[in-house]
């Protein structure tokens, strides 16, 4: 099962995106420093990104990158993981970079953004 420690927030949706359910994670990053760059105010959450289990749902849709083995894009839903692409996400797929992932996300920890250093 392919699946990365990340960092990111946990978001309250709007009138705007509340497709999305009460809350939907963003910003995710590898290092904790970068996520808090987003929101210095938030805390930031230890997360695994991880493929689905058979059955279970999920809106959010990971890049799997071969080069380096790992999840590098997380986005809430698949056209804006496309967005990532400048030929969109089947031409990556094609030269053979990667592959689109629907995911689950996992909260491992919440960490404190004062304790987070820039």
Request: glycine letters at 6%; aromatic letters at 16%.
């Amino acid at each position: 099962m392919k699946e990365t420690m990340m960092y990111c927030h946990k978001l309250k949706t709007t009138k705007y995106n509340s497709s999305f359910g009460e809350f939907y994670y963003a910003d995710f990053f590898h290092i904790p420093w970068a996520t808090k760059q987003h929101d210095k105010t938030l805390p930031i959450l230890r997360v695994t990104v991880r493929e689905l289990k058979n059955g279970e749902k999920s809106i959010y849709w990971g890049w799997w990158d071969n080069k380096e083995n790992q999840f590098i894009f997380v986005q809430p839903a698949r056209f804006i993981l496309g967005a990532c692409f400048e030929y969109g996400i089947d031409a990556e797929v094609k030269r053979g970079s990667g592959k689109d992932h629907n995911v689950a996300i996992d909260e491992l920890e919440e960490l404190n953004p004062k304790d987070v250093k820039l």
